[in-house]
C-alpha cells in the first residue's frame, strides 16, 4: 500500500506503509461503509522528512454513515484541545481510496487521523 498526501510545497509525496482494519462495532458486517484503518509506517525511508517523521503508526478514522458525523467528531477534538492540553490532537484529512489492480477509485470523503496514545502520553507528562 501506499500513502499519498501534498506537502507545504503542493508537491505529492508517497510513503509505503502497511495497512490493516481495527476496531469492534465498526468492523461488524453492515455498520459502516469504510472500515477504521490503522497505517503502519516502516521504520525507515523518505517518511523521516515529512509530516509522519515519528509516527510508527496511527489511527484513520473514516466515515461510517455520513461525512458530516466525522467532521463533527474531529470538532469535538479541537474543542476538547481547547479546554485541555491533555487532549488528542487529532488532524482533518482529505480521502481517496484506489484500487490500482481494478482502477477505480472511491470518491472523496473528510476522514480524521491522530497518533498512537503512548506517543501523546509521554509528550504530555
Known amino acids: 500500500m501506499v500513502l499519498y498526501y501534498t506537502n507545504d510545497d503542493s508537491a505529492k509525496v508517497a510513503i509505503p506503509v502497511a495497512i490493516r ?15 477504521p484503518l490503522m497505517i503502519y509506517f516502516p521504520k525507515t525511508g523518505e517518511h523521516l522528512g515529512t509530516v509522519f517523521k515519528e509516527q510508527k503508526k496511527m489511527k484513520l478514522v473514516m466515515p461510517c454513515r455520513d461525512e458530516k458525523y466525522v467532521v463533527r467528531e474531529w470538532l469535538a477534538y479541537k474543542i476538547y484541545n ?11 484529512v482529505k480521502v481517496t481510496m484506489a484500487d490500482k489492480k481494478n482502477k477505480s477509485s472511491a470518491p472523496l470523503f473528510m476522514g480524521y487521523c491522530w497518533k498512537k496514545k503512548s506517543k501523546w502520553r509521554k509528550e504530555m507528562g
Open 21 to 35: 482494519t481495527r476496531g469492534n462495532f465498526r468492523r461488524l458486517h453492515g455498520n459502516c461503509e469504510y472500515l
Open 82 to 92: 481547547l479546554v485541555t492540553p491533555h487532549s488528542f490532537k487529532a488532524r482533518l
